[in-house]
T-cell receptor, first 114, second 112 residues
């Protein structure tokens, strides 16, 4: 069975600090997709990134970066120079290669204080 | 491009009553998901449709929950009868084949 674990329940940082959100997953599939979603207070899940298990290159998008390590089954998310608007719940998720069985972790609450 | 539309946004019912939620996915998206998100938890997949066929409903409590996607477009999720533990946000999402899912704003259900 597929499983996603986000061990950090809540993280608080001061604005401009860097913060890393951890994600560890379990799957028997050899090919799969990993995702990160953001859920602001409004409640809607906002897609951030999708990564194919074949592609282990790290990715950077502005202040966001992702570190995928297949050897440790981890897909960590780093926000550089955090801002108050980054405050939200962040979810890591896993699906099979067809987009089926999209499973979410429990989420990490990020609080960025000014 | 219009996003995933859900209605109603909020619903309060008494236990043992029935309730229905509606979802209109993004145009052209063949895959439609219903998730249940209990406060403080991650979303849990209830059912996944591919066009109008069910791909996965292994976590749908079939004694009280039902869902349909007639004509492979809109979908409804029904609970009958509702229990207190059904209080949650019900999220609908849609996607193209083998692509990321886009979520609606959800329906917040309170069962009293």
């Amino acid at each position: 069975a597929q499983k996603v674990t986000q061990a950090q329940t809540e993280i608080s940082v001061v604005e401009k600090e860097d913060v890393t959100l951890d994600c560890v997953y379990e799957t028997r599939d050899t090919t799969y997709y990993l995702f990160w979603y953001k859920q602001p207070p409004s409640g809607e899940l906002v897609f951030l990134i999708r990564r194919n298990s074949f592609d282990e290159q790290n990715e950077i998008s502005g202040r966001y970066s992702w570190n995928f390590q297949k050897s440790t089954s981890s897909f960590n998310f780093t926000i550089t120079a955090s801002q108050v608007v980054d405050s939200a719940v962040y979810f890591c998720a896993l699906s099979d290669v067809y987009g089926n069985k999209l499973v979410f972790g429990a989420g990490t609450i990020l609080r960025v204080k000014s | 491009e219009a996003g995933v539309a859900q209605s109603p946004r909020y619903k309060i019912i008494e236990k043992r009553q029935s309730v229905a939620f509606w979802c209109n996915p993004i145009s052209g998206h063949a895959t439609l998901y219903w998730y249940q998100q209990i406060l403080g938890q991650g979303p849990k997949l209830l059912i996944q449709f591919q066009n109008n066929g069910v791909v996965d409903d292994s976590q749908l409590p079939k004694d009280r929950f039902s869902a349909e996607r007639l004509k492979g477009v809109d979908s409804t999720l029904k609970i009958q009868p509702a229990k207190l533990e059904d209080s949650a946000v019900y999220l609908c999402a849609s996607s193209l084949l083998q692509s990321q899912a886009f979520f609606g704003q959800g329906t917040r259900l309170t069962v009293v």
